[in-house]
Nanobody
Framework: QVQLVESGGGLVQTGGSLRLSCAAS????????MGWFRRAPGKEREFVAT????????YYADSVKGRFTISRDNEKNTVYLQMNSLKLEDTAIYYC???????????????WGQGTQVTVSS
């Protein structure tokens, strides 16, 4: 079983930045593909970004491309999401996701974190 614990959420103004972290335990971190999803108020959970096991291949949703950066540190068993130029529509609960395969769909994710709230205000 994999445990995922997110941190770094909070309140930020439009145009600001936040960095989310997700610490993983319970399995060899470098064996896992890691990603981030989010659920905005009144909407379904959606894909945000993913990174492969070695950290050299990433993929983003069009809505965040060029503003968000996903990265991982296999020594620290942690994945990050650097969020810049935040917009009101980025307000959501952000969930860390771990998978044994490349995952951009909800059903492809094997493990979920509990989520961290990000609120962007004007």
């Amino acid at each position: 079983q994999v445990q995922l614990v997110e941190s770094g959420g909070g309140l930020v103004q439009t145009g600001g930045s936040l960095r989310l972290s997700c610490a993983a335990s319970g399995r060899t971190f470098s064996e896992l593909y890691m990603g981030w999803f989010r659920r905005a108020p009144g909407k379904e959970r959606e894909f945000v970004a993913t990174v492969n096991r070695s950290g050299d291949i990433t993929y983003y949703a069009d809505s965040v491309k060029g503003r968000f950066t996903i990265s991982r540190d296999n020594e620290k068993n942690t994945v990050y999401l650097q969020m810049n130029s935040l917009k009101l529509e980025d307000t959501a609960i952000y969930y860390c996701a771990a998978s044994t395969k490349w995952a951009t769909k909800l059903y492809e994710v094997d493990y979920w974190g509990q989520g961290t709230q990000v609120t962007v205000s004007s």
